[in-house]
């Protein structure tokens, strides 16, 4: 048996890292949607032969905690049946999947004919088929309603397309693109698998197994040291979802119990809310990767993320919770019951660990807008990314951080390039910036949100929005101040206002129409009064601050405000 | 005529390296002046034809001097300590802060402690104007001029020296830019303006407002820069060429570095990287890593073959779309300060005392703790050997900074903090050491570490044990490896011009033309560059990709494709790099393939100096030493008695085992007790592990 040797160790976790990052690169480089190649809305990952997690690139982590479970569901169904060359997909949410847009390939890696691992690439798709172009159906019920369920199939076997698979597929899909954008996730998927290769030629299959293990050892240790620095005990936090898509006023709530006990930290949602009868239900591995996600914020940000990394941590969700439902209900909200589920990990643990703990951050409110491009005559569908990041909660020590989103993203999901947004939808963009006074104030405020304006340039355009946020606003923390509320606001050609929905559909919006949206900030930290007064001046003539909210949130001495020049509010 | 000079002007040092026919190089070192950096330029060349044995006048030296070639750090320190210009943005209306979101990137998703950086222009000087192109570049709406007047007003009340124009859309149409241009010209004659359809006429809001905001903010500093050395050169007699460094390893002319001082941003270390290949080279190394380290930052770079190029770059955060070397920067030099974070740690840099007031050991008044300072309490330098014994340093002067910076806010005595300063800077190093290897996949340990900069070989031991790299070269030339580099590069033009057209739909007499347009434009160039013919050679790309993707494939392409409007060559150059890259084609799918661009890089050929090997010595080295003294070892945490060698003394084959001080004109050696040396043929002192002579036993054996 080979020695582990600390140095090498070192770089095979580099290694691993290095190329998870190289697979996300080629998908960013490569794909069409710019929901890929701009928002990097898809993980790239490494698994080994039983599919443990060794090493990922989580663009967006809320699709980042299904690819191991899923990887492993694929070991089991196939069996012996896993041949060099084959390609699988699969985007199933009663097999583990996390959302139907996300679709999963995964490609097996061998040496000297012995499966070795696998590689993978998520991505979520432009489109999935189901009743609604671009995949989110308020009005769903059940999938069918949402998505083209896909467990896992074979789309090459040894190295040989299955074109009859193939086309069944893409029959059920509407947009080309994401025929491209799966080819290029497959790339992706063999650049892994020929950097693992090449990494197993130079150091050996023993050496690879030596290390990968004590890579896992290392993780769990470092989660262990983080978990035992958190007092034992039973800590409650409560986050609730607001509407669920059908019924107006209606209110959900996610109820955790965590229980930390020496090393072990057990995440327990016995206590949520059932599942809804819409789409508002989470999975359970994208309800797993919220819980992890958010877990993962408040320790060290420095542990190599593997399989160990998980060993430490229990999560119960019982089957029937709004957070895990049952077949065959729809769930295409799922990915977006993070932030609720966030809220209550932190409410949990701020009274224990207060100077781990992020206050709230701004929820998601975002909207898809799909369409015939007049100019071309082609369709687009576009996420508006620009427009849904809000602000990041403040924590002791240091402001929330401007603009960087919803905590399941985490500042790793990009805006759109203003002129690419312009090149790849009809759309012309009319205002993009922080929305002053939108964070919560504090000793350290929240992150700011921002606005968003643009005017819709297809004719017939259907925009669907889907979140939360405008309800709730990001909470402060011992005594910091709430961030702003979240908001879409459509004006028509003729003035005709219309406020969608946070769980909504609206079809045949006119070329002409005036789109804006608030993404609110975050929640502040710690007393407002006690914020570095050179600090408050200086963003008070930047315009982030007015010198109301200066005087009235942090009690600025009215002699010290003289507003910013281009101050508009 | 057959002198060359590359002058390398850094934070801390500006570096010489002279070439003539038939002499021995000269390596020079003058203490730089940041107010006005060519005045360290004019006393060099002035030290140096004043050096015994060719004494000359001034006037006779700089007249006889063919070729000069330089390079800059201003910008890049400039950058990395925010001592640029006072911006101000002119952009369109609603997009002001796209600048200071950068696409709203966390890049370390799960630390909640992660700040955005602070952006080169502050808000309120970011200002949105009326006026908007469509996505074809047609007006929509006409430039307000009264709001380009108003920012304009505020700018001058706000003393903004430096202007940037951006404007959403303006790849495709520069009018409304041009017009805002004028205004500015007219109202601000004297601020430096930048204007982003001339900087970079491309598509992407973001990389371009991030790069013409970059270009505004050094403008000024280079601008004053290259005046002041002009007219400085020209009074001296110089009547020569000058040429300065790119980022992209190549040289440009000084009014195309006017116009584009985002050119220079990374470049002082951009020739390191290829002259360090050429040390490496010498005992059949193809690959190396090289690390640099100056007064005020430190720079690594990987080498393999050749210098690994990356499309753009990254600066402290900030996105410049140039193509450049892909050098890792950290602002971390002798002249860094040490410093006590909120939390109570020691953290190093990345402001640095620079030359003026520089370390407290300079004495110049400069009163915080530098690694310098560090360096000279632990006895890596000699307080009457620094530089040559030219410049005395002030042991108690460091002492004290270190006691009151350092020691004392953390309850330590003088030199343990200056061991952790020490620590705590190697550890800056290795880690943008690992930037550039481990994190790219390639293992440190398999490519010997070429050490360059005044600073950089007393830390190296360190950096090297800290990574299990075994060997390390610190070349003869090492404080200047990058004034070396300047007179080994070739002369490079990229040049680019967007052309977008199906491949299978192209009209190939206007690509054929646009080709021809490139090559007069490069042919222009390299005659202005007194290059013959004959050493004049033109390389073609194409940047293409599949239709309707967002990035492109650079590629290259034989000119003859374009000649014989060969399709199936450029369509299967384009797969197959396109494979190679990203893991599959679509070339059984015959998919369609557009054009972008077109690159053209023009290279001449210049005549490189040769550098002469040393006949074989024996291993004795105790004719070089000249004393002994206390210094600090890593490896034991405490001090030890080691003998000190003047390594200008060092003969080929002379070996010294480690721990030992080597001291030099132009820098110090720190061999530290797990490390031996031996001096190789080109003069180049090569470290290597104790336990891995084998590694160099050809040249233990004198074989090589």
């Given at each position: 048996?080979?020695?582990?040797?600390?140095?090498?160790?070192?770089?095979?976790?580099?290694?691993?890292?290095?190329?998870?990052?190289?697979?996300?690169?080629?998908?960013?480089?490569?794909?069409?949607?710019?929901?890929?190649c701009?928002?990097?809305?898809?993980?790239?990952?490494?698994?080994?032969?039983?599919?443990?997690?060794?090493?990922?690139?989580?663009?967006?982590?809320?699709?980042?905690?299904?690819?191991?479970?899923?990887?492993?569901?694929?070991?089991?169904?196939?069996?012996?049946?896993?041949?060099?060359?084959?390609v699988?997909?699969?985007?199933?949410?009663?097999?583990?999947?996390?959302?139907?847009?996300?679709v999963?390939?995964?490609?097996?890696?061998?040496?000297?004919?012995?499966?070795?691992?696998?590689?993978?690439?998520?991505?979520?798709?432009?489109?999935?088929?189901?009743?609604?172009r671009?995949?989110?159906?308020?009005?769903?019920?059940?999938?069918?309603q949402?998505?083209?369920?896909?467990?896992?199939?074979?789309?090459?076997?040894?190295?040989?397309?299955?074109?009859?698979?193939?086309?069944?597929?893409?029959?059920?899909?509407?947009?080309?693109?994401?025929?491209?954008?799966?080819r290029?996730?497959?790339?992706?998927?063999?650049?892994?698998?020929?950097?693992?290769?090449?990494?197993?030629?130079?150091?050996?299959?023993?050496?690879?197994?030596?290390?990968?293990?004590?890579?896992?050892?290392?993780s769990?240790?470092m989660?262990?040291?983080?978990?035992?620095?958190?007092?034992?005990?039973?800590?409650?936090?409560?986050?609730?979802?607001?509407?669920?898509g059908?019924?107006?006023?209606?209110?959900?709530?996610?109820?955790?119990?965590?229980?930390?006990?020496?090393?072990?930290?057990?995440?327990?949602?016995?206590?949520?809310?059932?599942?809804?009868?819409?789409?508002?239900?989470?999975?359970?591995?994208?309800?797993?990767?919220?819980?992890?996600?958010?877990?993962?914020?408040?320790?060290?940000?420095?542990?190599?993320?593997?399989?160990?990394?998980?060993?430490?941590?229990?999560?119960?969700?019982?089957?029937g919770?709004?957070?895990?439902?049952?077949?065959?209900?729809?769930?295409?909200?799922?990915?977006?019951?993070?932030?609720?589920?966030?809220?209550?990990?932190?409410?949990?643990?701020?009274?224990?660990?207060?100077?781990?703990?992020?206050?709230?951050w701004?929820?998601?409110?975002?909207?898809?807008?799909?369409?015939?491009?007049?100019?071309?005559?082609?369709?687009y569908?576009?996420?508006?990314?620009?427009?849904?990041?809000?602000?990041?909660?403040?924590?002791?020590?240091?402001?929330?951080?401007?603009?960087?989103?919803?905590?399941?993203?985490?500042?790793?999901?990009?805006?759109?390039?203003?002129?690419?947004?312009?090149?790849?939808?009809p759309?012309?963009?009319?205002?993009?910036?922080?929305?002053?006074?939108?964070?919560?104030?504090?000793?350290?405020?929240?992150?700011?949100?921002?606005?968003?304006?643009?005017?819709?340039?297809?004719?017939?355009?259907?925009?669907?929005?889907?979140?939360d946020?405008?309800?709730?606003?990001?909470?402060g923390?011992?005594?910091?101040?709430?961030?702003?509320?979240?908001?879409?606001?459509?004006?028509?050609?003729?003035?005709?206002?219309?406020?969608?929905?946070?769980?909504?559909?609206?079809?045949?919006?006119p070329?002409?129409?005036?789109?804006?949206?608030?993404?609110?900030?975050?929640?502040?930290?710690?007393?407002?009064?006690?914020?570095?007064?050179?600090?408050?001046?200086?963003?008070?003539?930047?315009?982030?601050?007015?010198?109301?909210?200066?005087?009235?949130?942090?009690?600025?001495?009215?002699?010290?405000?003289q507003?910013?020049?281009?101050?508009?509010? | 005529?057959?002198?060359?000079?590359?002058i390398?002007?850094?934070?801390?040092?500006?570096?010489?390296?002279?070439?003539?026919?038939?002499?021995?190089?000269?390596?020079?070192?003058?203490?730089?002046?940041?107010?006005?950096?060519?005045?360290?330029?004019l006393?060099?060349?002035?030290?140096?034809?004043?050096?015994?044995?060719?004494?000359?006048?001034?006037?006779?030296?700089?007249?006889?001097?063919?070729t000069?070639?330089?390079?800059?750090t201003?910008?890049?320190?400039?950058?990395?300590?925010?001592?640029?210009?006072?911006?101000?943005?002119?952009?369109?209306?609603?997009?002001?802060?796209?600048?200071?979101?950068?696409?709203?990137?966390?890049?370390?998703?799960?630390?909640?402690?992660?700040?955005?950086?602070?952006?080169?222009?502050?808000?309120?000087?970011?200002?949105?104007?009326?006026?908007?192109?469509?996505?074809?570049?047609?007006?929509?709406?006409?430039?307000?001029?009264?709001?380009?007047?108003?920012?304009?007003?505020?700018?001058?009340?706000?003393?903004?020296?430096?202007?940037?124009?951006?404007?959403?859309?303006?790849?495709?149409?520069?009018?409304?830019?041009?017009?805002?241009?004028?205004?500015?010209?007219?109202?601000?004659?004297?601020?430096?303006?930048?204007?982003?359809?001339?900087l970079?006429?491309?598509?992407?809001?973001?990389?371009?407002?991030?790069?013409?905001?970059?270009?505004?903010?050094?403008?000024?500093?280079?601008?004053?820069?290259?005046?002041?050395?002009?007219?400085?050169?020209?009074?001296?007699?110089?009547?020569?060429?000058?040429?300065?460094?790119?980022?992209?390893?190549?040289?440009?002319?000084?009014?195309?570095?006017?116009?584009?001082?985002?050119?220079?941003?990374?470049?002082?270390p951009?020739?390191?990287?290829?002259?360090?290949?050429?040390?490496?080279?010498?005992?059949?190394?193809?690959?190396?890593?090289?690390?640099?380290?100056?007064?005020?930052?430190?720079?690594?770079?990987?080498?393999?073959?050749?210098?690994?190029?990356?499309?753009?770059?990254?600066?402290?955060?900030?996105?410049?779309?140039?193509?450049?070397?892909?050098?890792?920067?950290?602002?971390?030099?002798?002249?860094?300060?040490?410093?006590?974070?909120?939390?109570?740690?020691?953290?190093?840099?990345?402001?640095?005392?620079?030359?003026?007031?520089?370390?407290?050991?300079?004495?110049?008044?400069?009163?915080?703790?530098?690694?310098?300072?560090?360096?000279?309490?632990?006895?890596?330098?000699?307080?009457?050997?620094f530089?040559?014994?030219?410049?005395?340093?002030?042991?108690?002067a460091?002492?004290?900074?270190i006691?009151?910076?350092?020691?004392?806010?953390?309850?330590?005595?003088?030199?343990?903090?200056?061991?952790?300063?020490?620590?705590?800077?190697?550890?800056?190093?290795?880690?943008?050491?690992?930037?550039?290897?481990?994190?790219?996949?390639?293992?440190?340990?398999?490519?010997?570490?070429?050490?360059?900069?005044?600073?950089?070989?007393?830390?190296?031991?360190?950096?090297?044990?800290?990574?299990?790299?075994?060997?390390?070269?610190?070349?003869?030339?090492?404080?200047?490896?990058?004034?070396?580099?300047?007179?080994?590069?070739?002369?490079?033009?990229?040049?680019?011009?967007?052309?977008?057209?199906?491949?299978?739909?192209?009209?190939?007499?206007?690509?054929?033309?646009?080709?021809?347009?490139?090559?007069?434009?490069?042919t222009?160039?390299?005659?202005?560059?007194?290059?013959?013919?004959?050493?004049?050679?033109?390389?073609?790309?194409?940047?293409?990709?599949?239709?309707?993707?967002?990035?492109?494939?650079?590629?290259?392409?034989?000119?003859?494709?374009?000649?014989?409007?060969?399709?199936?060559?450029?369509?299967?150059a384009?797969?197959?790099?396109?494979?190679?890259?990203?893991?599959?084609?679509?070339?059984?799918?015959?998919a369609?393939?557009?054009i972008?661009?077109?690159?053209?890089?023009?290279?001449?050929?210049?005549?490189k100096?040769?550098?002469?090997?040393?006949?074989?010595?024996?291993?004795?080295?105790?004719?070089?030493?000249?004393g002994?003294?206390?210094?600090?070892?890593?490896?034991?945490?405490?001090?030890?008695?080691?003998?000190?060698?003047?390594?200008?003394?060092?003969?080929?084959?002379?070996?010294?085992?480690?721990?030992?001080?080597?001291?030099?004109?132009?820098?110090?050696?720190?061999?530290?007790?797990?490390?031996?040396?031996?001096?190789?043929?080109?003069?180049?002192?090569?470290?290597?592990?104790?336990?891995?002579?084998?590694?160099?036993?050809?040249?233990?054996?004198?074989?090589?």
């Open positions: 048996m080979k020695q582990v040797d600390p140095v090498l160790l070192a770089v095979y976790a580099r290694i691993f890292k290095s190329i998870t990052d190289e697979m996300s690169l080629s998908v960013q480089m490569t794909a069409r949607s710019p929901i890929l701009e928002a990097k809305d898809f993980v790239t990952g490494l698994y080994d032969a039983e599919g443990n997690m060794l090493e990922q690139t989580e663009n967006l982590p809320i699709l980042a905690f299904s690819l191991a479970p899923v990887c492993k569901y694929i070991i089991e169904y196939f069996g012996d049946d896993v041949h060099e060359g084959d699988i997909f699969h985007n199933d949410v009663f097999s583990l999947g996390n959302q139907n847009n996300d999963a390939v995964y490609k097996p890696i061998f040496h000297d004919g012995e499966l070795i691992g696998w590689s993978a690439v998520k991505g979520h798709q432009a489109d999935i088929g189901g009743a609604v671009g995949g989110y159906n308020p009005n769903a019920t059940e999938v069918w949402e998505a083209l369920r896909i467990p896992p199939v074979k789309v090459y076997e040894k190295g040989q397309l299955r074109k009859d698979v193939w086309g069944l597929i893409f029959a059920n899909i509407r947009l080309d693109i994401v025929q491209h954008d799966l290029s996730q497959m790339g992706a998927c063999t650049v892994g698998e020929r950097r693992l290769q090449a990494l197993l030629c130079k150091y050996g299959v023993d050496s690879f197994f030596v290390h990968k293990a004590a890579l896992f050892d290392a769990r240790k989660v262990e040291k983080e978990i035992e620095q958190i007092p034992n005990g039973n800590y409650h936090g409560t986050g609730r979802v607001y509407f669920d059908h019924h107006e006023g209606t209110q959900f709530d996610i109820r955790v119990s965590i229980t930390v006990t020496e090393q072990r930290i057990t995440f327990d949602y016995s206590e949520t809310d059932p599942q809804t009868d819409g789409f508002v239900n989470g999975t359970f591995t994208s309800s797993a990767s919220a819980t992890v996600l958010s877990f993962l914020q408040m320790i060290n940000p420095d542990i190599p993320h593997n399989e160990g990394m998980l060993q430490p941590i229990d999560i119960i969700i019982p089957e919770t709004i957070l895990n439902a049952s077949y065959p209900k729809a769930t295409t909200f799922g990915n977006h019951l993070c932030p609720p589920n966030a809220d209550a990990i932190i409410r949990a643990l701020a009274p224990v660990i207060p100077d781990r703990v992020t206050a709230g701004n929820n998601l409110l975002c909207s898809l807008t799909t369409g015939l491009d007049p100019a071309t005559g082609e369709p569908v576009d996420i508006g990314f620009m427009g849904l990041k809000g602000g990041s909660g403040a924590m002791h020590g240091t402001d929330g951080y401007d603009h960087i989103g919803m905590i399941d993203a985490s500042g790793g999901v990009l805006d759109q390039d203003y002129e690419m947004f312009e090149q790849m939808t759309h012309r963009l009319i205002r993009h910036e922080y929305q002053p006074d939108s964070a919560g104030p504090g000793q350290w405020r929240g992150g700011l949100g921002v606005v968003t304006e643009f005017v819709i340039g297809s004719h017939d355009t259907q925009l669907v929005t889907f979140g946020g405008d309800f709730e606003p990001a909470f923390l011992f005594g910091g101040g709430d961030g702003t509320l979240n908001t879409i606001r459509l004006t028509y050609p003729d003035g005709r206002e219309v406020i969608p929905r946070n769980k909504d559909l609206i079809k045949n919006v070329a002409g129409t005036h789109y804006f949206q608030l993404a609110g900030g975050g929640g502040g930290y710690g007393d407002p009064a006690r914020r570095d007064r050179d600090l408050l001046t200086e963003e008070i003539r930047n315009g982030i601050i007015s010198a109301a909210q200066a005087q009235q949130a942090y009690h600025l001495d009215s002699s010290q405000t507003s910013g020049a281009g101050d508009e509010l | 005529m057959t002198l060359k000079v590359g390398d002007v850094g934070g801390t040092f500006t570096d010489f390296w002279v070439t003539e026919k038939g002499e021995e190089p000269v390596v020079h070192k003058v203490l730089s002046t940041p107010e006005d950096p060519s005045i360290a330029v006393r060099g060349l002035s030290e140096i034809a004043g050096l015994a044995g060719s004494s000359r006048p001034l006037r006779t030296f700089a007249g006889s001097i063919e000069i070639v330089h390079g800059t201003v910008t890049t320190n400039a950058t990395l300590t925010r001592a640029g210009a006072c911006s101000g943005l002119i952009t369109t209306a609603g997009v002001r802060d796209a600048l200071e979101m950068r696409r709203g990137i966390r890049e370390e998703q799960y630390n909640n402690r992660y700040t955005n950086v602070v952006p080169l222009v502050p808000r309120y000087c970011r200002i949105g104007v009326g006026g908007r192109l469509d996505r074809e570049g047609r007006e929509i709406e006409p430039l307000s001029l009264d709001e380009v007047q108003a920012a304009v007003d505020l700018f001058k009340a706000e003393g903004v020296e430096a202007v940037s124009i951006c404007f959403m859309n303006a790849f495709a149409n520069a009018h409304h830019e041009q017009q805002a241009a004028d205004l500015v010209r007219q109202a601000l004659p004297d601020a430096y303006l930048s204007v982003s359809s001339e970079l006429p491309s598509i992407r809001f973001y990389e371009r407002v991030s790069t013409t905001v970059l270009n505004s903010y050094v403008g000024p500093i280079l601008e004053r820069y290259l005046d002041r050395l002009q007219v400085r050169l020209a009074e001296a007699g110089f009547a020569g060429l000058l040429l300065v460094m790119q980022s992209n390893g190549g040289v440009m002319a000084p009014d195309i570095a006017r116009e584009k001082p985002a050119l220079t941003l990374l470049s002082g951009a020739a390191g990287p290829g002259a360090g290949l050429l040390y490496a080279g010498a005992h059949d190394w193809k690959n190396c890593i090289v690390i640099d380290m100056g007064g005020t930052s430190f720079e690594a770079a990987l080498v393999r073959e050749e210098p690994v190029m990356v499309n753009e770059g990254v600066i402290d955060r900030h996105r410049i779309a140039l193509p450049m070397l892909g050098i890792h920067t950290i602002g971390a030099g002798g002249g860094s300060i040490g410093w006590i974070d909120q939390g109570g740690l020691l953290r190093m840099g990345p402001q640095s005392a620079g030359a003026n007031p520089g370390p407290a050991a300079y004495g110049h008044g400069g009163r915080q703790p530098t690694t310098t300072d560090a360096n000279l309490v632990l006895g890596y330098l000699d307080p009457e050997y530089a040559g014994g030219r410049m005395p340093l002030d042991l108690p460091a002492r004290d900074a006691a009151a910076g350092v020691a004392e806010p953390l309850g330590l005595s003088v030199v343990e903090a200056a061991a952790g300063m020490y620590r705590v800077t190697c550890n800056n190093m290795a880690q943008g050491v690992r930037e550039i290897t481990i994190k790219r996949g390639y293992d440190p340990r398999e490519f010997p570490l070429v050490v360059a900069g005044g600073a950089g070989p007393i830390h190296s031991c360190l950096i090297a044990d800290e990574l299990d790299i075994p060997l390390q070269i610190v070349p003869r030339e090492s404080s200047i490896l990058c004034a070396v580099g300047m007179l080994m590069g070739d002369l490079r033009h990229d040049l680019v011009r967007t052309f977008v057209a199906r491949l299978d739909d192209v009209d190939w007499a206007a690509l054929q033309g646009l080709v021809d347009a490139l090559c007069e434009e490069g222009a160039l390299l005659e202005a560059e007194r290059i013959a013919p004959d050493a004049r050679e033109f390389f073609l790309k194409l940047d293409c990709r599949y239709l309707k993707q967002y990035h492109e494939v650079s590629f290259p392409v034989p000119l003859q494709a374009i000649t014989d409007r060969d399709q199936a060559v450029i369509a299967s384009f797969h197959a790099e396109y494979n190679r890259l990203y893991g599959y084609s679509l070339e059984q799918e015959a369609a393939v557009e972008i661009n077109i690159r053209l890089q023009a290279v001449g050929r210049v005549e100096p040769e550098l002469n090997a040393e006949i074989r010595h024996g291993a004795d080295a105790s004719h070089a030493i000249k002994e003294r206390s210094v600090y070892v890593f490896e034991d945490d405490a001090f030890r008695q080691m003998s000190v060698y003047d390594g200008d003394k060092l003969q080929h084959g002379n070996r010294v085992a480690g721990p030992a001080i080597i001291e030099k004109q132009t820098t110090a050696v720190f061999v530290s007790s797990s490390f031996d040396c031996i001096c190789d043929s080109l003069g180049s002192l090569v470290l290597y592990s104790r336990q891995r002579a084998d590694l160099v036993t050809e040249l233990l054996r004198g074989d090589s």
